[in-house]
């Protein structure tokens, strides 16, 4: 997830201070199945008429005991109540088919997630689309016979749900985009060199896996404990459970599946966006900004409607209430913010486009980074004073200010409404802590949590605060990863990094490496905390670029490669904990997970970059271009660069006190003091429950609609507030059933459609093929007809 512009979709469950409760309201955005997993798979319970009795197997949700008022009150209820608590240690995940497939997926995975990545919206590939991918696939393997040993090698028997979440694991672990790719993207862009395809393929590996080794070290302090729910984590669970323990009505539940992605596989460009509002006046440069938003950059999207699910996402089926609140108050919040601004004048507004990534001169023009640069790709002092300071559009300006804000905000939202939850992380710094680990050092004692004399050993005390969670006991009777494998990880790939920092010649010292992975664990106990309880996160690379611009000035690349470490890094192991924490309630072994995770890295990474590369090389002009279309765009590689020229090559200049942008930087002050009304308010008047506003989220969403396409705002809002807001309140059966397999039918119909697109239409394959020009697809100006400024203020 890349800073700015990789826009998240996640889940934001409040926890209360004392009793660890959960919000009604997101709890069944959590629940799959729910009766289904509510007692083994082996007990017989009354369902239907008086006296009759059925396997569990068969019981469906439209029987399920579930009404308006049902409660799920403790972190404890909702895990046991909501998730099969059974196990069975027989079932064999390491089979050829779960390597096959999960191979087979995580490649598509990692090429669709490289082509996600330039496109006018960054989208994500949905993990519940993997899941129906893997069961399929799964699925068609046990019709191959089984005669002899080569056929009971190729089909050992069913599909099990071990297999399963291995490969999905393995699959979601490589359908990213490593931000590695990113700087490899800028490079070959902007500065007209890139590594060899070794050096940048093992740079790959290390960014990506260094994460890993940095909390694999700790992580039962972040899965072990009930209190850590990992929300994310949930629906996959349960998705998985209602595949595995009923047969038939996963058949059911599929052709459903099939029948919805289908029906949106559909390629009609006039559906990214309608405006009203500009089909009205086709004149206006205040309605484009407002109201147009079907082109990268082009406007805010307000009020315009979308039916390209593409853009619109399927987030909103899976957020609680509460979130789509703050988001929809943060969203209303940008509109008037941005708009505001731009007619204001603020920093010179109408010297630039309205919306754009890249830098600019003073009067408005592209800013030429080329022009400021001298040997080894450094800032010349000389040369930057008589060309000029770099200056950003005013929407990217004001999100660089409020998502600094956000970032504070976020911590100090975390202290003040969870300390209660994440306080015993912190336990074993505190200097009696330490003094008491130096000793156990020396002379091994037998304990308990920070104490025990073999960690790896299943013969010892229960871990605090795993008391009465059935999970976490059905996990002890796998052997756990050796901490010895993730301190191999992290060693292995704090090496490599740091080879390749001095081999491709990125200008970042080694000090200045170490710090950016000594943020990055930092950073990332921060973070883990906040995603494991209340399962939202945004990644804080502005504060990472600016610390490594003042660390290390002048180098914009030297300040890519110590964001690369200080951040991706930071994804990485908060990704590595929720897979561990769905493979706990998952029941696949630890082992399997670290296995999983390992092989989709490193597959992901070789793919992603000759992925990248083939995209750079057949796009150039469109990714160096302002405004991009409405299939290819250049927004994030931008983005990275302009912020790497602006920290890294004038950041005391640009961003220091007498600097034009002094007060971004300060932000990270701002937000300090951003949750205390709501805390306090809340504490003197708990009634008027400003305990529901996420100042988190809500300053996210100030910055939200500064890139790519904005015209899907209003169908996701709809669809979001429709789905949580009324069917899961009043129809919580369908809700249980099938809010999952709509939302993965629809991403995978969007997944399947942009990788035929590309390759068929987009020039992915290396020739273009664009639609015809006709009145649905208005090829030569905005699809939803609004006045093209053609990037311009």
Sequence with gaps: MDGLNNRPVTRATHVEDNETKIDRLSVTA?????????????????????????????????????????????????????????????????????????????????????IFYFK??????????????????????????????????????????????FIVIMASSAATCALGTEQL????????????????????????????????????????????????????????QSMHLNKDLAKKRLRVFWYVCLAVMYMFPMTIGISVFCLANQHSALFTYLFGGTNGNEGMGFLSWSMDWQYIGTGEFVLPMNTLVNQLIGYIGCVILTVTAYFSNVWNAQNFPFLGQVLFTENGTVYNQTEILGKNNEVDPEALAAYGLPSFTTSNALTLLVFNMGITAAIVHIFLWNWNDVKFVFEPFRPNA?????????????????????????????????????????????????????????????????????????????WAFFISVGLAWFLTIIYACMFGIVGFFYQPTGVIQMIGGYLVPRR?????????????????????????????????????????????????????????????????????????????????????NAQAVSWGGAGSEIFGRNGVYWMIPMGLVFGLFAPLPFWIGHRFFPKLRLDYFNTFIILTWLGWLSVGINSSLLAYFVFGFFAQGYVRRYRPVLFAKWNLIIAAAIAGGCSLIVFILTFAVSGGSGEARPFPTWWGNNADGNSDRCLYMNGGG
């Design 30 to 114: 959590s629940i799959s199945t729910p009766v289904a997993s509510r007692v083994g798979s082996n007990k017989e319970v009354p369902v239907g008429k008086a006296g009759d009795t059925k396997h569990i197997d068969n019981i469906d949700p439209e029987i399920a005991e579930i009404t308006p008022d049902t409660h799920l009150d403790t972190t404890l209820q909702l895990v046991t109540k909501t998730l099969d608590i059974t196990d069975n240690p027989s079932d064999n995940p390491y089979t050829l088919r779960a390597f096959v497939v999960g191979l087979g997926l995580s490649a598509f995975g990692a090429v669709i997630a490289e």
């Design 120 to 165: 006018p919206q960054t989208v994500s590939v949905s993990s519940i689309f993997l899941v129906i991918a893997a069961f399929c696939l799964g699925e068609a393997t046990v019709l191959i016979p089984r005669w002899g040993k080569i056929g009971r090698f190729l089909n050992p028997g069913p599909f099990n749900q071990k297999e399963h979440v």
């Design 185 to 240: 993207a800028v490079q070959s862009l902007y500065y007209g060199n890139q590594p060899n395809a070794a050096s940048a393929i093992f740079m790959l590996f290390s960014s990506q896996c260094i994460g890993y080794g940095l909390l694999g070290i700790m992580r039962k302090a972040f899965i072990y404990p009930t209190k850590f729910l990992w929300p994310t984590s949930l629906p996959l669970a349960a998705l998985f």
């Design 434 to 510: 330490l003094k008491r680990g130096f000793r156990n050092l020396l002379v091994p004692r037998n304990g308990n949590f920070w104490h025990r004399a073999d960690p790896d050993s299943e013969n010892v005390a229960p871990y605090p605060g795993t008391e009465g969670d059935p999970h976490f006991a059905a996990m002890r009777v796998y052997k756990d990863v050796p901490s010895w494998w993730y301190h191999s990880v992290l060693v292995i790939a704090l090496v490599i990094g740091l080879v390749c920092c001095y081999q491709q010649g990125t200008g970042l010292p080694w």
């Design 556 to 640: 914009p690349v030297a300040n890519m490669m110590f964001t690369l470490y200080g951040s991706n890094a930071l994804v990485q192991a908060i990704g590595m904990l929720s897979d561990l924490k769905l493979a706990q309630y998952a029941k696949l072994p630890p082992r399997a997970a670290f296995t999983a995770q390992i092989l989709g890295t490193c597959v992901g990474a070789v793919l992603n970059w000759v992925m990248m590369n083939s995209i750079v090389e057949n796009q150039r002009d469109i990714l160096l271009s302002v405004e991009g279309t409405s299939i290819w765009s250049g927004q994030n590689v931008q983005t990275y």
